[in-house]
């Protein structure tokens, strides 16, 4: 990872465009237009964690670096939508896949923590 500091500029409703420092790990930002300086937030590259073909989770680094309640970075993970009924042997592969996504979330996890320990922005 790059040792300089990076900028993106983001447009806000004021008079003129806000320079904030960038993390390394931001995939940048696609939608110019944050709002309220509140609303700016930092988002990176999105992880689908499909085992076996079933998508079961998305997960990304995220940081609202303005945020009035928490500025810290954190790992947001969306749920797929797993209901349904399963069969003994369908259980058996949703059981097998659900511990290859564990292995994928801790993984990114590890990537969380050394973010936050200082070996990354």
């Not at 696609?30 to 997960?59: M, T």
């Not at 797929?80 to 996890?109: C, K, M, W, Y």
Request: negative net charge.
């Amino acid at each position: 990872m790059s040792t300089e500091a990076r900028t993106a500029t983001v447009n806000i409703f004021i008079h003129k465009p806000l320079e904030i420092d960038e993390p390394d790990w931001c995939a940048g930002h696609p939608d110019p237009r944050a709002g309220y300086k509140v609303d700016i937030s930092h988002d990176g590259p999105e992880h689908v964690i499909a085992p076996g073909d079933r998508e079961l989770f998305r997960a990304s680094l995220t940081q609202a670096p303005f945020s009035t309640i928490d500025r810290t970075v954190g790992l947001y993970v969306e749920v797929a939508d797993l209901n349904r009924t399963h069969t003994p042997e369908s259980i058996e592969q949703f059981a097998d896949d659900l511990n290859a996504a564990a292995v994928q979330l801790r993984e990114l996890g590890h990537q969380l923590a050394a973010i936050l320990a200082g070996g990354g922005q």
